[in-house]
Structure formats: C-alpha cells, structure tokens
C-alpha cells in the first residue's frame, strides 16, 4: 500500500494564478482532510470530507475549494494564489481516530 | 471552544534521560487526545492515543503518554531518550470529524 500520496511535492506560484493539490489514499479511509503547517501555528484545518459526496470547512477555509472525487482521491484548489497561501500543505486520512498524513507540498506564492 | 496548548516550543534533554513533552487541553465531554511526531520533510506520524480506559497510555518506539482529567493534561514521556528521538511533537484533540492541533515542540536529545 501506498498509504497517502500528494501531488506535487513542491510548487510555485505567482500572485492570482490557480492550482489543484491532488490527493489520493489506497486504505479504504472514508475520511479524508487537507491541512496547512506553518511555523510557529502548527497544523489548521482547511476542508475536511467525512465521508464521499460530503465537504465542509475547517479553521482556515477561505481562498480554498475542495472536491471529494470519489473514496480515494479529495483535491484542493486555490482559484487565485495570494503570498499568505505559501505554506507546506498536508492531506490526511482517518481510520478509528488516527490520522494518516500524505509527504505534503510545499507551496510558494510570489 | 476546543483547545490545545503545548507550552514549550523546544525540550532539550540528554540522551539516555528521561524525557517529557507537555500537553494541555480544553475540550467539552470526554477528550479524544493523540500524540503525533514529525521528522524533517516528511507527514506526521501517529503515536498513540487516549480515548477511555486506562490513564497510561503506551504507543509506539517506546512512547507513552499520561491522560490526567484533573490537570486536564495529556504529557508524553520516554524512559529513556535517544538522539533518533529528535523531532517536531504535535499533541492534538478530536470531536466529531474535527481535529485540533497544537503549536507543536521540537525535541532535541543531546548526544
């Protein structure tokens, strides 16, 4: 098993331009998130998919859309990048209460 | 509102010491609590967690971790450090589907 797996690893971006963060887990998990990290702030809730076909809104929703495309694959766009989006990225997947975090992506908007 | 604190950005602690991580929490009803680890460039790591039963928790790669209802505090400990042991330490809280995480504490042992 591949566990979780996040496209791309790195990225940068200008101010305004648009991009998806794909997400995929092989485990079967019916929950599935996507986080941010940044120093000092520590992990905050973007969007989080309970189950397929369901989204809702974590801590720091805004600027940030999601799609649950099926069980295994739950994608994360930024319509208009802006510098306060650079951070490092991290889709996770539940099972039983634990949390299954794919390599992140490292993002960078100039 | 549901809470986590860990006080102390960084713990120093020489190899072969004990050492001990701190967690504080404020969550209403009965706390789901977890310990994850991080090393650099990589996802978090789940350690083990807290959901009913026994105070003492015991995970992975010799962690454990003390639930106090009293204190409301959820603080990992080791035996016995090792320098591998080095990392950034999230402790985090869960209610339906929501999880929060705190701040985090980098560790490091001292050889």
């Known amino acids: 098993n591949a566990g979780v797996t996040q496209t791309p690893k790195f990225q940068v971006l200008k101010t305004g331009q648009s991009m998806t963060l794909q997400c995929a887990q092989d485990m079967n998990h019916n929950s599935m998130y996507w986080y941010r990290q940044d120093p000092g702030m520590g992990l905050r809730l973007i969007y989080y998919s309970a189950s397929e076909g369901t989204t809702d809104k974590g801590e720091v929703p805004n600027g940030y859309n999601v799609s649950r495309l099926n069980k295994r694959e739950f994608s994360l766009r930024l319509e208009s990048a802006a510098p306060s989006q650079t951070s490092v990225y991290f889709c996770?997947?539940?099972?039983?209460?634990?949390?299954?975090f794919g390599p992140g992506t490292r993002l960078t908007v100039t | 509102a549901q809470s986590v604190a860990q006080p102390e950005d960084q713990v120093n602690v020489a190899e072969g010491n004990p050492l001990t991580v701190k967690c504080t929490y404020s969550?209403?009803?009965?706390?789901?609590l977890f310990w994850y680890v991080q090393y650099p460039n990589r996802g978090l790591q789940f350690l083990l967690k807290?959901?009913?039963?026994?105070?003492l928790v015991k995970g992975s790669y010799g962690f454990e971790a003390e639930f106090n209802k009293s204190q409301t505090s959820f603080h990992l400990k080791k035996p016995s450090a090792l320098v591998s042991d080095s990392a950034l330490y999230f402790c985090a809280s869960s209610g339906t589907y929501k999880y929060i995480f705190g701040t985090g504490t980098r560790l490091k042992v001292l050889a």
């Open positions: 996770a997947s539940t099972l039983q209460g634990e949390q299954y």
């Open positions: 807290y959901i009913t039963g026994d105070n």
């Open positions: 969550v209403s009803g009965n706390p789901y």
